[in-house]
């Protein structure tokens, strides 16, 4: 098991470009988050899937961004048009819901994170 | 609204000394909290977690945390402090069942030799 993986680990741009990340997450976990942390703040929630269906998104995340996880497998977070303020670190963390609710025991694991820097 | 206060930004402690972080929370229902510890270039760890039961969890590393509802507080404490303790530590706090956390500002911890 190598834990959650994100790729890549930096990710230097101008302003205007497109950018991807990419998210593996521990293998029998069925749900996936995307945070971003920027400097001297803790991670702020973006969206989650539970398999590949996206059931919620954070009002942090504009039109320009978009997540996918197309086969319930590993993710992707696309920020378009890129601007200044989207420089912060984005994290993706995995967990396994159990019970007929799906209740979650709580426990993220989180990858190292993906740094993009917008010039 | 749903929040959590780490109203320590740094803290600076000697090796070996005693160790307590402050977390308070505000959340409507029964909170499950949680202690992450986030090193530089690394993820974020969980420390420990606590869902309900006795109210003083035990974490790795020789952290420990005391749940107080009354004071709607969740302290992470450690007896002796190692250099390689440093790290930015973060308090997080969910709902039963559900899947997303808030987390806190952090705190900084410092290590004197």
């Known amino acids: 098991d190598t834990g959650v993986s994100q790729d890549p680990r930096h990710k230097i741009t101008k302003r205007g470009q497109n950018v991807t990340f990419r998210c593996d997450p521990i293998s029998e976990h069925n749900r996936l988050y995307w945070y971003r942390q920027t400097l001297g703040q803790g991670p702020e929630f973006l969206t989650y899937?539970?398999?590949?269906?996206?059931?919620?998104k954070s009002r942090l995340l504009s039109d320009r961004f978009s997540a996918e996880r197309p086969k319930g497998s590993f993710s992707t977070l696309e920020i378009q048009r890129t601007e200044q303020g989207d420089s912060a670190m984005y994290l993706c963390a995995s967990s396994l819901a159990k019970g007929k609710a799906g209740s979650n025991t709580g426990e993220l694991f989180f990858g190292e994170g993906s740094r993009l820097t917008v010039l | 609204a749903q929040s959590v206060t780490q109203p320590d930004i740094h803290i600076t402690v000697s090796e070996g000394a005693s160790l307590e972080l402050r977390c308070n929370y505000s959340y409507g229902a029964t909170p499950y909290l949680f202690w992450y510890v986030q090193s530089p270039g690394q993820g974020l760890q969980l420390l420990l977690k606590y869902f309900s039961g006795d109210t003083l969890v035990q974490g790795i590393k020789g952290f420990e945390a005391e749940f107080k509802r009354s004071q709607s507080s969740f302290n992470l404490r450690k007896p002796s402090v190692h250099w390689s303790d440093a790290a930015e530590y973060f308090c997080a706090v969910g709902a039963a069942g559900s899947y997303k956390l808030i987390f806190g500002s952090g705190t900084r911890l410092l290590v004197r030799p």
């Open positions: 899937f539970q398999n590949e269906a996206q059931l919620e």
